[in-house]
């Protein structure tokens, strides 16, 4: 169930990674696997999540369902966490002041700065909605959100287009939740705690590393060396071959002058 969220990837295509690890599990076990407990792991994920920022930035992709173009209106922080999405019929003032209301609702607090572009209903909503926050719009300053939506596309692509607007919510409700769980800001952490956090992923959704996974992973979160673990080696005293294989031959100083 974690390949299939985690990657874009098929039912058929987990069946055949399972298959070649000598699990014979169908596809339609998977389907149901994901149905039933892809939103208990989404809630729990999302109950584990750290607050986001107060700097919200909102959007809206439209998408075509049975023929019909909805809009997914979605709204990340400045950090690239999604907050919460919406599969709604209608681009307007109404969709926006929904959207705003169930993120206030379900994050307890209102945001500092709200980012959107041109469109008109997310300046209505906020003055109905009565928020102080500072609304920025620009033609660059929503990428954020912007690109939020590439995940989402590339889903669309490989499952052949949403089916309802129902599973579509249900299924981007999940998939935005471990996105989120894998999603490490490599600017704000260490060199050590991206290969920590995606090792820690895996063995919480069931999947052991290799042995050799295991040994990468011990010298990459491996300290720094100091000069006591590695002290500086003399130079050989006469021409032969350093341990890289290259020939090297020590200087003797010049002497300096006595003083009289």
Sequence with gaps: MWLYLRFT????????????????????????????FGPLFAKELRRRRHRPTSHWHLDEMAVLIAGRRFWLWRAVDDEGEVLDLLVQRR????????????LLKKHGFAPDVLVTDQLRSYAAAKSELRL?????QGLRRNNRAENSHLPVRRRERKMQRFKSPR???????????VQNAFNVQRHLVSRNTPALSEAKRFRVGGRQL???QEQALRLLVRPAPSSR????????DRVGQSEHGAHVRRVEPTPRPHEH
């Design 132 to 136: 102080t926050a500072r609304h920025e």
């Design 229 to 236: 673990d590695n002290p500086v080696r003399p130079l050989p």
């Design 167 to 177: 599973s579509a919510q249900r299924f981007l409700s999940v998939h935005a939740a």
């Design 210 to 212: 290799r042995p050799e």
């Design 91 to 102: 681009r307007d003032k109404t969709a926006a002041v929904k959207l705003m209301r169930k």
């Design 9 to 36: 990837l098929s039912f058929p295509d987990v069946e055949d990674l399972l298959a070649e690890r000598g699990l014979d599990v169908s596809y339609e076990t998977i389907r149901r696997w994901v149905l039933k």
